[in-house]
């Protein structure tokens, strides 16, 4: 648990100063705004459920419920999967509104941004599926090697959920 803080940490000072980057190159001048296709709001909602669909079935891990621990992984993983699908049709609309990767810094700082963001998601469903084929292939049983991956799989998954809620602010003030 403590390399995924330090990991964690890393990533919270690479967006930091990739929300720096925005804000002084915001000031600069030449900056497009435009609106967020409402995809990205979708987006947050459904990150934001899968976090706590993810959190419930831990709870149900830790506390013998095996049905919630069964019923809501699976509801998780493909919840964060339907986050990629979204926020690639953002992209999509983005495009759509004559909004490019290779235009505006404003454009493309977005698309980079959030592609990095959900690059991470990627790393986020693989985990799940990793917890999804313990829950189902394993016999049911709380151990402690078992209940640290899980733990670390939900904190993971939970710090990319509020990193995205951060950009979406960030996103929502400088556009």
């Not at 979708?42 to 934001?48: D, H, K, Y």
């Not at 993983?77 to 404003?106: D, E, P, R």
Request: hydrophobic content about 55%; charged content about 10%.
């Amino acid at each position: 648990m403590f390399m995924l803080w330090i990991a964690i940490a890393s990533l919270c000072m690479m967006f930091a100063a990739m929300t720096s980057f925005i804000l002084v190159r915001e000031s600069s001048g030449n900056w497009l705004e435009f609106t967020l296709p409402s995809l990205f709001f979708w987006n947050t909602a459904v990150i934001i459920l899968s976090s706590i669909t993810l959190h419930v079935s831990y709870w149900g891990y830790k506390n013998g419920k095996v049905g919630l621990y069964r019923g809501l992984l699976p509801v998780s993983l493909i919840l964060g999967c339907l986050f990629v699908v979204f926020q690639y049709k953002g992209w999509m609309a983005m495009q759509g509104m004559g909004i490019h990767i290779t235009g505006n810094a404003s454009g493309a700082i977005t698309y980079v941004v959030s592609a990095l963001h959900a690059v991470h998601v990627l790393g986020g469903i693989g985990a799940l599926v990793l917890a999804n084929a313990h829950a189902f292939l394993l016999p049911y049983k709380i151990t402690e090697t078992r209940k640290q991956r899980f733990a670390r799989t939900v904190t993971y998954w939970h710090f990319v959920d509020i990193l995205w809620v951060y950009l979406l602010i960030v996103f929502i003030n400088v556009l």
